[in-house]
Structures are given as C-alpha cells and as structure tokens.
DNA sequence: CGGATCATTGAAGTCCCTCAAGTCCTGTGG
DNA sequence: CCACAGGACTTGAGGGACTTCAATGATCCG
C-alpha cells in the first residue's frame, strides 16, 4: 500500500520546507510507485543511467565510489527525505553508486518526467536545484574534513553532523538514535583505515563523547563533541523534499 | 565594452552545451554588467549572501573555505565558464568563499533574478541544476582523491583532470597551458602539505610525467599521467554556460 | 558445531607532516 | 646601482599520525 504524498511522513519533520497544496499534488502525479528493499540492496550504479529516480522513505544507505585499484569512497550517508539520482536525472549519469544499509522503502519517479518539473512546475524544479545545491554544500564540508581535520576530528565532526541531522528528523530518543552503520563504512566516508577509526572511536568513548555500539550513537554532549570535531554550526539546514 | 552574450567567446569551446538564440537572449536581459578584477580579489565570502553572480568570462580563481583552526581547503579551481554563487542564489548562502587568483573578467548577474529563469525559462533553470549536479559530480570524485589516492596519485590525478580541462577550453597550445596557481593552492586541495607537494612534483618531473614551473604546466603524456592518477575517463565532460 | 561477519587489540612500518634553512626572483628605496 | 625585504620554491632531517599485518573475541546463523 502506497504512502499518499499528501499524508507522507518526512514532511513533519521541521527541517524540510514547507509544500503547498499544489506542489504536493503534482508531486504525486510524479510518484509511479513504492519501493521496498533488503540491506544491502544496490539502487543505482555509479555510471548508469536508472530510468528510476527515488526518495527515501524509510531506512538509511549510502553513496559510495569504487576506485580502479579497489578502495572505497563513501560520499555520504542517505537519510529519509534525501533523493536519490538526481545526476542521472539531470545529466544522465550518477557519479557513485547507491546501495541500501537496512532495510528501505522508497518513493519511485520516473526520470523522462523530470523535465515536467521544470516545463509545468518551476517550484518543484526550484526545489530540485535546491536539493543539489545542498549536497554541493555538504560534499564541500566534508572535503574540507578528509583535508584538513586530525583522525579525531574527523569522526567527531562526523558523528555530530550525524547527530545533529537525527535530531531534525526525530530519530533521537532519549539523547540516542539508531546509526545502523559498520565501522568500515565510516571509515570508507573519512578515508581512514577500519583499525584507526576503531581505535579513535574507542578513544572518544573514553573521553565519554560519543558511545557508538550495536549499531546505536549515544551523545551525551553534542557541544563538547562539535568543538572536538571543529563543527561550528549545529542548526540543520532546512531543504526541500521531492 | 562588455561582451555581448550573442558573441560570448567561451561557446566556441565545444564541451559548452548548445544554446539556441532565445536562450541567448534571454541570458543576455539577465546580466547586468561586467566586472574586470585583479589577482588575489575576494569574490563571494563563505556565508554571505551576495546580490551578485558571475560567469567566469576570462581568468581563473578557486572556491575554498577556512576551518575555525585555520586551515584552507580549496574546494575546487574556477576555470572560464564556470558559474560562481549557485549556492548563493538558491539557498542564500554560500558555503565557500571564491576568489580571483589572476586578473578576471566575469559576466554579472542579478541574485534576485534566478527565480525567473525557473518562472520562465524552464531550459536554462534546467542549465543551471545542471551545473550544480556537475559540480557534485565532480566535489564527489575529489572526495575520492583525499581519501583514498596517495599523494602521488593525487597531485597526477588533480593535473590530469586540470589539463583535460584545458584541452577543452583550447588553452593547451603545443603541449602547455597556463596554470597559474601556486603550490599551496594545489597543496591545500589535496589535503597536502606545501613540502609534500613540492617534492611529490619533483618526483614526478623527474618521471617526465608533469612539467610545471613558472605558471606553465606540460604534460608530455597525459594517458601515462592519468594512469599514476588512477584517472579512467579523459573526455571533458559537456556542460552548459549561464 | 563450523563458518561468516564485525569489532577489538597489539605490533611494526611508512607515508606524510612539521621544523628549519637556503635559493632564486622581483620589487623597492636609498 | 646596489642593499634589502618579501614571496615562492627547494631541500634536508626527524618525528608522528595513521596504515598494514596479524591475531583474537564476540555474535549470529544454518
């Protein structure tokens, strides 16, 4: 059973623009069906085409590179609300692939729709272009981190922009949210080795800054762990969803 | 005298999509003037939110940011034709500060009329997401370089992709083009130290692999150097000009 | 009970960083 | 015309943050 766009969950969450009546209803003519995935599950492959374009619902995942001599990059991780193809919707390429971390539902768009967003709905493909400005800005933070931050800061920064956009989500409970990753993935994601990361994550458990186990990520202090991690803004920024 | 867009020198080049003479026109109406700026000129500031947006028309600059500890990280190296304040214009901040790094001469445009080109001009507002899906395809293969190249592969990979740049935009002229940047500029956008590039550059002189000395860099063979990078794709990637 | 996956810990090695000089070049002013 | 200062580039030496190698636990599952 479907989720009506105009009953769909992710807009409560305060971070994400508001949508007037129209745009909601134009976004569903868009919506050609749901999609439900396994962790694990490969979305989209990094030099494809997808004739789909999706928005996740439910479930975490993440974007990664593969590089000739075998190592991986993780882009960035995907939480609810983020879309997901837009360079193949745009330009007709990704430039990573896509996989699923747990398991997934997902809204489905049909990519020969896309430029409707532009010919009929120039809010939406406002919103579109929002979408990628965000993730130019974000793609730029984190170089900035893989450059110029220690080890330590490195993963401080990371778990508390984690934390941060859990927050905006309602994902935390009682100063706890589910972070479902392994720690090759973050490791993966800061262009550290799995050894390194795990002992610096025992470091900053040590240093009762961050307790992340069984695929859970307790922050008793996001101030103090921001500061270790050299994150200056804690506000989430608002964006769109499609 | 400023440059008329009918007559804009930059399309000849022929990674620059098409545009038909409506198109034209209707960037033209959009810009607002022209600016000529000298070396080391701020452009945009990381946070603010400027009234003004530019296309490179001549010279070359580089987006970086600061981290509250002082470090740089250059984000990436602004070529003729690339579009500068995207973020600005479409989340109303910007997450980098640009800046000219030889004298410059750029296309000014109006902030506050982005919105019309989405209102009434679906094909380039389309142009425009496109540039941004660009410039995260291209921030996402620079995150896989920091964090999984060596210095070696790095600093090959980061000139091949300069160089096939400059093949497109017909700036290689017998085997060189101008590459006006310092080594700390190369260095902080690889997460590099200033000795470590020095040396790294040495060796691959020494390799005859990258000659640049002087502003001028050469590459004798450029599917040798991409190979050290672990570059696979040598074709510039078309693109369009706002 | 094996086998698989992930997390953890120890030890050794290395790539790259920092520190510190020194060269070359350009511009400036006496 | 030369002394000097500043900026970019070079080069050497030593140290450290992080990597790789290797082994061990812990948990889950067919």
Redesign the interface.
């Known amino acids: 059973m479907a989720t009506r766009c105009d009953s769909c969950p992710l807009r409560q969450a305060e971070i994400f623009e508001k949508m007037n009546g129209e745009d909601i209803q134009f976004t569903q003519r868009f919506k050609v069906g749901e999609l439900s995935v396994d962790p694990g599950t490969p979305l989209l492959m990094e030099g494809s085409n997808s004739p789909q374009l999706f928005t996740a619902l439910h479930g975490m995942g993440l974007?990664y590179?593969l590089?000739?001599?075998g190592?991986?990059?993780v882009?960035s991780l995907i939480f609810p609300g983020d879309f997901i193809g837009?360079?193949a919707g745009?330009?007709g390429e990704m430039?990573?692939s896509v996989e699923a971390t747990t398991k997934m539902t997902l809204c489905v768009f049909d990519r020969s729709e896309i430029?409707s967003f532009?010919?009929e709905r120039?809010?939406r493909?406002?919103s579109?272009?929002?979408l990628?400005?965000?993730?130019?800005?974000f793609?730029?933070?984190?170089?900035?981190t893989?450059?110029?931050?220690t080890a330590m800061q490195s993963i401080a920064w990371a778990l508390s922009r984690v934390f941060v956009r859990g927050q905006a989500l309602d994902m935390v409970h009682n100063g706890a949210m589910k972070f479902p990753y392994k720690q090759q993935d973050i490791a993966?994601?800061?262009?550290l080795s799995l050894v390194h990361t795990n002992k610096t994550l025992a470091a900053l458990k040590a240093k009762q800054l961050a307790h992340w186990s069984d695929g859970t990520l307790r922050i008793p202090d996001l101030e103090a762990l921001a500061e270790v991690g050299?994150l200056?803004n804690l506000e989430p920024?608002t964006r769109p969803i499609i």
């Open positions: 974007r590179k590089l000739p001599n190592r991986r990059q882009v837009l360079q745009i330009m430039g990573h430029w532009f010919k120039p809010e493909a406002f579109l272009t929002w990628a400005a965000v993730e130019e800005h793609l730029g933070d984190t170089l900035a893989l450059g110029q931050r993966d994601a800061l262009g050299l200056d920024a």
